[in-house]
T-cell receptor, first 115, second 110 residues
Framework: GAVVSQHPSWVICKSGTSVKIECRSLDFQATTMFWYRQFPKQSLMLMATSNEGSKATYEQGVEKDKFLINHASLTLSTLTVTSAHPEDSSFYIC???????????FGAGTRLSVL | GQNIDQPTEMTATEGAIVQINCTYQTSGFNGLFWYQQHAGEAPTFLSYNVLDGLEEKGRFSSFLSRSKGYSYLLLKELQMKDSASYLCAVKNTGGFKTIFGAGTRLFVKA
């Protein structure tokens, strides 16, 4: 299957700093990428959907100024958590889908801890 | 509204067969997926059903009935490593979204 690389896998940061998470599709062109957040023992919560070259579409309740998403190329999307606070600590997972395909492939996830 | 229902937890014995059911109500239908997620890891793709019927892939099979809004994932010859959450997800028509169920946590015991 297709490979999606997500980096970093784990990050600890101080409150008030910004953290950037990268998501790359390694062997296919991802016209659509998705960013999810997941709390322990809960399901995936879709934060936003991004299409290459256009602005991301955020889900209700997700602050677009806090969670900046850039999908500048067909193989790379980034999520920046700005001015992180302890309540932003979570498991963030990206996934990518090739144009015309149904399956989403997931990155390994990033565990963010904000102190 | 859009809704995907699956049992919260199931327990089965090593070597046995288990069926995880999923019912859905979504705005249109363009495919149903099953993913496996181990604790602390990202989901991995298991199966994709677009047409009615059974799709078999090794120890795992997935069934779909579009008229009933129903799917199941069948796991045969259970192994301890199959202990994980199993997510049912539906892609709706017209948009880009795939809607995920809350997942079924499967515990395989010796």
């Amino acid at each position: 299957g297709a490979v999606v690389s997500q980096h970093p896998s784990w990050v600890i940061c101080k409150s008030g700093t910004s953290v950037k998470i990268e998501c790359r599709s390694l062997d296919f062109q991802a016209t659509t990428m998705f960013w999810y957040r997941q709390f322990p023992k809960q399901s995936l919560m879709l934060m936003a959907t991004s299409n290459e070259g256009s602005k991301a579409t955020y889900e209700q309740g997700v602050e677009k100024d806090k969670f900046l998403i850039n999908h500048a190329s067909l193989t790379l999307s980034t999520l920046t958590v700005t001015s992180a606070h302890p309540e932003d600590s979570s498991f963030y997972i990206c996934s990518a889908r090739e144009q015309g395909q149904g399956v989403q492939y997931f990155g390994a996830g990033t565990r963010l801890s904000v102190l | 509204g859009q809704n995907i229902d699956q049992p919260t937890e199931m327990t089965a014995t090593e070597g046995a067969i288990v069926q995880i059911n999923c019912t859905y109500q979504t705005s249109g239908f363009n495919g149903l997926f099953w993913y496996q997620q181990h604790a602390g890891e990202a989901p991995t793709f298991l199966s994709y059903n677009v047409l009615d019927g059974l799709e078999e892939k090794g120890r795992f099979s997935s069934f779909l009935s579009r008229s009933k809004g129903y799917s199941y994932l069948l796991l045969k010859e259970l192994q301890m490593k199959d202990s994980a959450s199993y997510l049912c997800a539906v892609k709706n028509t017209g948009g880009f979204k795939t809607i995920f169920g809350a997942g079924t946590r499967l515990f395989v015991k010796a």
